[in-house]
């Protein structure tokens, strides 16, 4: 767990007891009909604290999950075929602007980089998906 982590963690989890004063707030209208839930009291820094670190263990246990582990593999081949895609366009731009296939090295060096990347992620999943 890194500091970025729990402070992210940290944030959301403020986040979290905004979005339920707000709900509260929207809910006091039908409070008179008794259809409104109790008002969610703010948590302390300590809970928050607690929740963010509960959040971050329950994520990392995920992770190493091989559902998680398959997922993230996932995510990691759609990245490399997106950034695949974005410079197969700025490279089909540069030629249509007339830039020559020697002046476009370097977008051809990043796409292969880039196919490379997803051809190692699909042969994971290959694996992945193929063990017993």
């Known amino acids: 767990m890194t500091p970025l982590d729990l402070e992210d963690a940290i944030a959301q989890e403020h986040e979290i007891d905004r979005l ?11 409070s008179w009909s ?22 971050i263990l329950r994520r990392a246990a995920w992770a190493a999950s091989p559902q998680g582990d398959f997922t993230s593999i996932v995510a990691s081949l759609q990245r490399a075929c997106d950034a695949a895609l974005n410079l197969g366009e700025r490279l089909r731009s540069a030629t249509a602007r ?8 370097d977008l051809v060096h990043d796409i292969s980089v880039q196919v490379a990347s ?12 193929s063990a017993p």
Do not use: E, F, Y
């Not at 409104?36 to 928050?48: E, G, K, L, N």
């Not at 997803?118 to 998906?129: I, K, Y």
């Open 20 to 30: 339920m004063g707000l709900a509260d707030l929207r809910a006091a209208g039908v």
């Open 34 to 55: 008794g259809l409104s839930a109790p008002p969610h009291p703010p948590r302390t820094d300590s809970q928050i604290l607690a929740a963010a670190h509960a959040k």
């Open 98 to 105: 007339g830039d020559t296939p020697s002046a476009c090295g």
């Open 118 to 129: 997803a051809l190692r992620q699909a042969r994971r999943l290959r694996r992945l998906s």
